[in-house]
Structures are given as structure tokens and as C-alpha cells.
């Protein structure tokens, strides 16, 4: 069984996790934060550009599950 590739993006309190192979390029992502995703930049993430909260806000409206976000423990 292959399995999925991810990528991380922090910020130092949050973590975003992207699933390549589950993105759908619906653009939810680029249309609420473009100044944090932008697909033809590389890195195409800029996790730094958006506070945690904004992050949290536009990853929830992520329709395919590739974007998703943990939050890092602060020991």
C-alpha cells in the first residue's frame, strides 16, 4: 500500500498538514487567504502571512480534507 504524501507548514502554534494527492484545486484556500496560498510560488504556502485563527477559519472550509491543521504542543 503507497503511502500518502503529506506536507507541513508551521507557524510555531499551528501546524498545517497538505495532502497533495487529496486537493481538488476548488481554490477555497487561494480565495480566502491569498496572501498564504498561492500556487505559483515556492513554496506555495505562507503559513506566516495570516494569523492562526484566519488559518484555522479557511482550512475548515477546505472541501476535499487535503488541508487540515493540528496544533502544536506548547511544553
Do not use: F
Request: charged share 30%; with cysteine.
Amino acid at each position: 500500500m503507497k503511502k500518502e504524501i503529506t506536507k507541513e507548514y508551521t507557524n510555531g502554534e499551528l501546524t498545517i498538514v497538505w495532502k497533495p494527492e487529496r486537493c481538488i484545486h476548488a481554490a477555497e484556500c487561494v480565495k480566502a487567504l491569498p496572501e498564504v496560498y498561492n500556487p505559483k510560488e515556492k513554496p506555495w504556502l505562507k503559513i506566516e502571512n495570516a494569523t492562526t485563527d484566519e488559518l484555522k477559519s479557511q482550512i475548515k472550509k477546505c472541501p476535499s480534507g487535503a488541508l487540515s491543521y493540528y496544533i502544536n504542543d506548547k511544553n
